[in-house]
């Protein structure tokens, strides 16, 4: 495929060798219970580490199993969300968790298949807690480490073509490991913005090191851009959802609350919510779910 496949012990040692001395401290990694990884997976869906790791603790702190946090109020739920966007994954955590009591005795499973079956989680969340948290042989590939796989291969990947680079690197003695190594260098050296290969410990393995057009600018793993934020429906349901964190919110008042000019769009933004689990109408007034 490129200057890289899965013979190369030497790219394996050297990206080890870094990760062990540059590996931030995370507590999702310091403490890799399978629940744990879970949840930090989903709430590192497209925002910031640096953001996750308070919210990361205090939603662990109070509902350190599937169990428990299956117990609670989806509302509840939704309210500790705070400050991660995309509410929508928490009510999927929530209704993973659900399926976990219910059909795995509570225990978060080892299995790509079985957990690609939970709600809400698919192909690069379920290898992501098979290797990270049960030490299976499995390659998540997110946008990261697409990108770091397709400048080590020379040119752009498709997911499939991706997929496979990853699955024969993948290090059978810690695939823990090396997949956050993966994962850490994307992230910290071989970014999307800049790829700083003067500091790079694998750019004697890279078939691109920085010279000619970026292989992974035409990746199919990379980050798209979202459309204008700023009066859209993902920003009107952002601030209902607010709203709901601190009291119920009726229906006649609800345009004026969240700054909608149409009420007829609120409403309709609001009968999405509700579909979706994640606002429910009690009366008159719109709440978070008990």
Known sequence: MAAVD???????????????????????????????VLVSEAMLQQTQVSRVVPIFRAFLARWPTPAALAAAPVGDVVAAWQGLGYNRRAVRLHQAACAIVAEHDGAVPADVA????????????ARAVAAFAHGRPEAPVDANVARVLSRLAGRALSPREAQRLGDGLVDADDPAAWGQALMELGALVCTARVARCEACPVAAHCAWRGQGPDPAAATAHRSRPQGRFEGSDRQLRGRIVEALRSEGVPADRLAERIGA?????????????????????????LRLPA
């Open 114 to 125: 079985a957990l690609r079956a939970l709600p809400g989680v698919g192909d690069y969340t």
């Open 6 to 36: 899965e013979a190369d012990d030497g790219l394996r040692a050297d990206l080890r060798g870094w990760y062990a001395r540059e590996a931030r401290a995370l507590p999702w990694r310091s403490d890799p219970d399978p629940w744990a």
């Open 261 to 285: 000019d149409d009420p007829d769009r609120a409403q309709r933004l609001a009968a999405a919510l509700v579909a979706e689990g994640m606002a429910t109408w009690d009366g008159a007034t």
